[in-house]
């Protein structure tokens, strides 16, 4: 089972030029529509001059989550590219947008696919790629005198610790990496008066 994916750290900017006509390129790391939404009207604002301002993105470890934009290009010349970009670098968690100012010279369908291509590869060869993990959030509930049963179990494993509650009825939520939960989950289910649930 994955439990690993890669992203980018930062936001990154390329640049490529073809028959006077300037590509803007941008990497940015995003974890939602919503982010996405806002980068893009943003674009469009700073660079409301600009002929298109096209865009590919791809979201959560499972990459089942994109959409690419030709934003008033020719059908598929320019969107498509770009994810298949992202999709050459396997990456998600990301938006590649590409601002193009126009220079006078039409590149032809041919032309324009191989310009926003250059443009978004260009800027993911200067992206910092990392590695994350596939976490999962685990909440487990206990009586108090077995507190201690508890911590052990987490010392050893050695998950995050997201929140803690400790009154006569104890909580704790822990995130682990995927390929570690099974594990965590079965020996705190082994403590006495503890459920263990998983934090959706």
Wanted: charge should be negative; proline fraction near 2%.
């Amino acid at each position: 089972m994955e439990d690993t994916y890669k992203t980018i750290a930062d936001t990154a900017q390329g640049l490529f030029k073809e028959k006077m006509s300037r590509f803007i390129s941008f990497a940015i790391p995003v974890r939602t529509v919503e982010e996405v939404k806002s980068h893009l009207e943003r674009f469009q604002k700073e660079y409301y001059d600009a002929r298109h301002i096209c865009y590919a993105y791809m979201l959560g470890h499972a990459r089942t989550d994109f959409r690419a934009n030709d934003n008033g290009e020719p059908s598929g010349t320019a969107g498509k590219p770009i994810l298949g970009q992202i999709n050459s670098f396997g990456l998600t968690d990301i938006l590649v947008v590409v601002v193009r100012y126009f220079g006078g010279v039409k590149l032809g369908t041919g032309g324009l696919i191989v310009a926003y291509r250059e443009a978004a590869q260009a800027v993911l060869q200067d992206s910092e790629i990392i590695e994350k993990t596939v976490d999962d959030e685990i909440r487990v509930r206990f009586e108090y005198p077995f507190m201690n049963d508890v911590m052990r179990v987490v010392k050893e494993e050695g998950p995050d610790i997201i929140r803690q509650v400790f009154e006569m009825d104890c909580e704790m939520v822990l995130r682990i990496r995927r390929g570690q939960a099974e594990r965590l989950r079965e020996r705190l289910a082994k403590v006495e008066s503890a459920i263990v649930e998983d934090v959706t």
